[in-house]
């Protein structure tokens, strides 16, 4: 088994949990500068630490990668190469991104650097992995929720991929979850997660009871017994979650995995035998509750859920102090001996040797003492000022003819010059660049140049509307409302779970017809999948609704050359990823994040969709609330399941059996009837239908119809969202 493929990453979300770990036997740490992370409100890193952490890590033969795994606003994407320059130009390792655009810019700006595909990008398969492979991703981070048969399939396509093997684990899919954003404004899109997951709700039991408990609440991932299994199955890296997390879960958590790693890595054909006291340790590290071991093995469990009580459990307080002195506070040193000659007329000179690495540098001249010469206990006492270096001084030999002076500033600077040749060739000795230039960073201009000259280019952008249906009534009220409508309709969405039953065609309306694809696709869905495409081709649908890089990936791959349509879950923040979705598909759809000021110029003048009403996809969910309540039963399943917070607002929960996950509507919908004006003109406005029975599907056409002939009805349901179309995100 080849050690270089089996990478230990830890986190860090501030300079000690970085010396934490890096002492305690990662291989590679991740963290976030002051900008642009997931982790908003870790402490993350000021460019001056960030610098120091990157030419530690090197000297140890060690990597760091930034973390700029966030969806960015048009405003930061011209400043991010800026901000990127120093840590490129000392050797950053990669840069983990979550949004296209960013991923474009970087590629075109730092060809040479690598590029890691966050979770937050929800790849599912090796469909997603490849097609990112083809645009310069060195390594996937997929899904959390993957199998390892999924992950080994991503394998195959030759990319590297780095999974998370310790720590607390998301309910939704990451990158897919707009609930703390929509209730409080705080986007796990942009690292600002409130987790509401964590809170108690109310669940309707078999019985028919309210059950309270914390179904969102998973339990934190400990996969420490399987690292036998993980370790012969190819993953090039190992992730500890938990940069918000304390140093000494950093330091304490790699430590213990570190002993394991190495022990399969020196004997790859024994069994490891993990210690109970070891398991132990990593209970009293900041756990919540009980440990799982994520979804390897499973396609989800009621056993990975703490319904009962999410909290922490309580930390071992000794054994978090025996880490803060092996690994924080003690930085192990590499061992050095040191040739210093001072004799007079001739310059000073000052030889380091280590291991095979020797450097020599020479100073002033030394001048003869008119009174007191430097003796070699103040020698001895300057040279050994080594302070946070990674050295210690093993022996010092001093060479002088007992007349010599030389100042102690003198002295202090030959050693300081000595210390970094000597980082510097251990550096390049480890494989790493002591420096970078950046050489095509005066070609920021000319792309921000070219992406606005592009994105001002008004395209065909019909106006009208869209109508996206979930259920057979939403049709049938469709079908009945349509006759009579003067509502230019051009788009009709069904879901793909609606589409074979009867009566329902492609051929039963003349405007244009798509199946809306699950917000999920995984391994186990592509035989569906390709029966669907079939469907779409011989019913004559117009092409599809895709929600996920996965499905346009997999559409890709199958030649289809029909429509395809980017849902909002296939985000545009940006004109990077504006112009790059833009080029690859035939609309895209109105992020709901954005407010008004931030969407409405960026997308006027494109094929672009925009939800004036519709109840929002707050969680899509491996894990299935159903199956932890109530058991799995496709047949006797409640296709919607209402799931009730603490202030009493319900949220329906629609259990997708045939592609087996979960998405957790808003409790209201999204009506942005009063701004309906100012959207139809410059975009193809959608309703989007999700949980509504016949009745009230009527009443929303007819709403909407109403208002497009300027008359001013009443709105039929009682409460609703406008979502981010004043305040947007931070």
Known sequence: MDKKKCELLAPAGNKEAFLGAIHAGADAVYLAGSKYGARAYADNFSNEDLLFCIRYAHILGKKVYLTVNTLFKEEELSELCE???????????????????????????????????????????????????????????????MSLEEIQKIKETGVEVETFIHGAMCYSYSGQCLFSSILGGRSGNRG?????????????????????????????????EHLDTLMESGIDSFKIEGRMKKAEYAAGVTAIYRKYMDQKLENPHNKLKVEKADLDKLAGLYIRSERQDGYYFRQNDKDMVTLDNPAYSGSDEAYIAQIRAQYIENKPRIPITMYAVLTCGEKASLTICCDEVNVTVYGDMVEKANQQPLSEENIRKQL???????????????????????????????????????????????????????????????????????????????????INISTKDQWNAFREYYDNTSLNIRRIYLESE????????????????????????????????????????????????????????????????????????????????????????????????????????????????????????????????????????????????PLQDRYQKVFPVYTNCTFCHNIIYNSVPLSLHKDMRRYEESFTCRLMFTVEDKKQTLEVFKFFEALYKGEKPQVPYQDYTTGHEKRGVE
């Open 384 to 466: 050994g000022k080594l302070g946070d270096t990674c050295f210690e001084r093993k022996d010092l030999e001093i060479y002088t003819d007992g007349q010599a002076f030389y100042s102690l500033k003198s002295l202090n600077e030959l050693r300081r010059e000595a210390i970094l040749q000597l980082e510097n060739q251990w550096i390049e000795k480890n494989g790493f660049a002591v420096k970078r230039t950046a050489s095509n960073i005066d070609n920021v201009k000319v792309y921000s140049d070219e992406l606005e000259k592009k994105s001002s280019v008004v395209q065909s952008n019909e106006k009208g509307w869209s």
């Open 192 to 224: 600002r997660c409130a987790q509401p997951c964590r809170l108690p709700y109310k669940v309707k039991g078999a019985d028919g009871k309210q059950l309270e408990c914390y179904p969102l609440s998973l339990k934190d991932m400990c996969t420490l």
């Open 83 to 145: 901000y990127i320059k120093p840590f490129y130009e000392s050797g950053l390792d990669a840069c983990i991104v979550q949004d296209l655009g960013v991923f474009q810019l970087l590629k075109t700006i730092y060809p040479d650097m690598e590029l890691h595909v966050s979770t937050q990008m929800t790849i599912t398969g090796a469909y997603g992995a490849e097609y990112l492979k083809k645009l310069g991703a060195s390594r996937i981070v997929p899904a959390r929720e």
């Open 498 to 641: 609606l589409v074979k039953e009867e009566g329902i065609s492609g051929k039963a309306y003349q405007g244009k017809m798509y199946i809306a694809l699950p917000y999920c696709f995984r391994q186990k869905d592509y035989e569906e999948f390709i029966k669907i495409v079939a469907y779409a081709k011989n019913q004559d649908y117009n092409g599809f609704l895709a929600r996920n890089i996965e499905t346009i990936a997999f559409l890709k791959k199958m030649g289809y050359d029909g429509e395809v349509i980017a849902d909002a879950s296939v985000y545009v923040w940006n004109s990077g990823s504006l112009e790059f979705w833009s080029q690859r598909m035939n609309g895209i759809t109105y992020p709901y994040e954005l407010n008004f000021r931030e969407g409405f110029e960026l997308l006027k003048n494109r094929n672009c969709e925009k939800v004036l009403y519709g109840r929002l996809p707050m969680m899509i969910t491996a894990n299935c609330i159903q199956k932890t309540i109530n058991g799995c039963n496709p047949v006797k399943r409640q296709r919607i399941l």
